[in-house]
């Protein structure tokens, strides 16, 4: 009799446990569960989505100092530019739209040199010299480059001086003593000086100061003649800035024309400093450095403050400002590119999808040809 009420008892209690079992898992099916499940996968998706498409426009946040978040706008940097960047990928030479951080090649299959007088100069693989102009650069592609001439004799580390005379050209190699003269009208390289002297940083072969002192000049014989005293600190389209003293030491800087050194006093003065240190003119030559992290448009005068990370590019040629002050672009490394607004609070966004190349040449900014 105790064994079978023993069986019961252990009849009863499986069956309230397998009762218990059913609940649970129709309690955790229910609705309200369903819905809560499929709403998270939709937010999940959307937010999912939504970020995919926000890398696609601005690239990456990276969490360096050079990296930022992605600005509302459409536009890569929140609001519109019209500028191209033309600078060398590890595929040839391509063009970045500023406004998209889209990439496109160009058709040209070479080594970027740098700029002049509106003008970009290419080293072609089969080692001719070519040049294609602004407008080109900005409009339809592929560009076709045209005045070829031949550049066998360039060395392999070679990279433009505009100078200062419109017109005209210089390439120069920063490891050895040879320089190019090459006349942009024609493409073709009219003049090979030896230089016995090593020139200033960003000064063409038209001018040199050698350690002594004073300001000369090359001559047609390839020869150098005094022209001023002083010094020469930097050149620019239709200038060159100097530095002269006295009979008393009182000394200033002075921009003067290149070809009869009469002072130009409507450009911007970047102040004379005693300790030595030499304003640099970026490419384009209307910026110049007016101090340790400043920038100084030489025709306005008006004055902008780099961002500390930015200061040791100029010297590197990996910093370049648009012609209009609007846009800075950086490259500080052989594999990246970065833009970012001139008065703009936040560091600079990385351009996304691009396999860059080694190049001594600046970044090039082109204006955006109108249809």
């Known amino acids: 009799m105790q064994s079978s009420s023993r069986a019961r008892s252990v009849i009863l209690g499986l069956v309230i446990l397998a009762l218990f079992i059913v609940g649970g898992v129709a309690i955790s099916q229910s609705p309200d569960d369903e819905?809560?499940?499929a709403a998270s996968e939709v937010s999940e998706d959307t937010a999912?989505?939504?970020t995919t498409e926000a890398r696609s426009t601005v690239g990456d946040a990276q969490s360096t100092q050079l990296s930022t978040t992605t600005p509302a706008a459409d536009t890569l940097l929140g609001e519109p530019t019209n500028w191209f960047l033309v600078i060398q990928s590890s595929?040839?030479?391509v063009r970045v739209d500023v406004d998209t951080g889209q990439s496109e090649d160009l058709g040209l299959y070479g080594v970027l040199l740098g700029q002049a007088w509106g003008r970009v100069l290419v080293r072609r693989l089969n080692g001719d010299l070519s040049t294609v102009d602004f407008e080109q650069l900005g409009g339809e592609t592929p560009v076709e480059l045209s005045l070829d001439s031949d550049g066998s004799a360039l060395g392999s580390n070679s990279r433009v001086i505009q100078g200062s005379r419109p017109g005209m050209a210089w390439i120069v190699s920063d490891f050895n003593d040879t320089a190019w003269q090459v006349d942009l009208s024609s493409g073709q390289i009219v003049r090979t000086v030896d230089l016995d002297q090593s020139t200033w940083f960003e000064v063409s072969p038209d001018f040199l100061t050698p350690a002594a002192g004073g300001i000369y000049e090359l001559q047609d014989d390839d020869s150098y003649r005094l022209a001023l005293d002083g010094r020469i600190l930097?050149?620019?389209p239709g200038r060159i800035l100097v530095n002269r003293c006295d009979e008393s030491l009182a000394c200033a800087n002075q921009w003067v024309d290149p070809d009869t050194f009469e002072n130009l006093p409507q450009f911007f003065l970047p102040k004379f400093a005693y300790e030595g240190w030499f304003p640099q003119v970026l490419p384009g030559g209307r910026f110049l450095t007016a101090g340790p992290q400043d920038v100084v448009d030489s025709v306005t005068g008006e004055q902008h403050r780099l961002q500390t990370i930015e200061t040791n590019?100029?010297?590197d040629r990996g910093l370049v400002i648009s012609p209009d002050g609007?846009?800075?672009?950086?490259?500080p490394?052989?594999?990246?590119?970065?833009v970012r607004l001139m008065d703009g609070d936040g560091p600079a966004v990385r351009v996304e999808g691009l396999l860059l190349r080694s190049s001594i040449a600046a970044p090039i900014f082109v204006p955006r040809s109108s249809d």
Do not use: C, F, H, Y
């Open 35 to 37: 819905s809560d499940s």
């Open 48 to 50: 999912t989505t939504e």
């Open 91 to 93: 595929d040839g030479i």
């Open 234 to 236: 930097a050149e620019a």
């Open 313 to 315: 590019l100029v010297w």
């Open 326 to 331: 609007k846009v800075v672009a950086l490259n």
């Open 333 to 338: 490394s052989p594999d990246q590119l970065r």
